[in-house]
């Protein structure tokens, strides 16, 4: 997996591991979560940040679009 800085470098995303699952999460400069992704991801797969928004691919293979505020899926 991958660890992404987002711009102003204060925060991150990162593939995570909870309850057997991998998600995607949302760090502070010190690693304090900050917000979970709701669906499982693929832990290898790659992290396209476009805009407000980042790529993943899900657990099951289809890419879902997730706003990076919340890590919420787009509609």
């Known amino acids: ?3 992404v800085i987002l ?4 925060e991150c995303i990162a593939v995570m591991q909870q309850d057997g699952e991998w998600y995607l999460g949302r760090f502070d400069a010190q690693l304090n ?4 992704s709701a669906i ?3 832990p290898v797969g790659a992290l396209v940040i476009q805009d407000a928004t980042v790529l993943v691919q899900r657990k099951d293979g289809r890419i879902t679009s997730l706003n ?3 890590l919420r899926a787009g509609k």
């Open 1 to 3: 997996s991958e660890l």
């Open 7 to 10: 711009p102003g470098g204060t």
């Open 33 to 36: 979560p900050l917000a979970r």
């Open 40 to 42: 499982p991801v693929d």
């Open 68 to 70: 990076l505020a919340d």
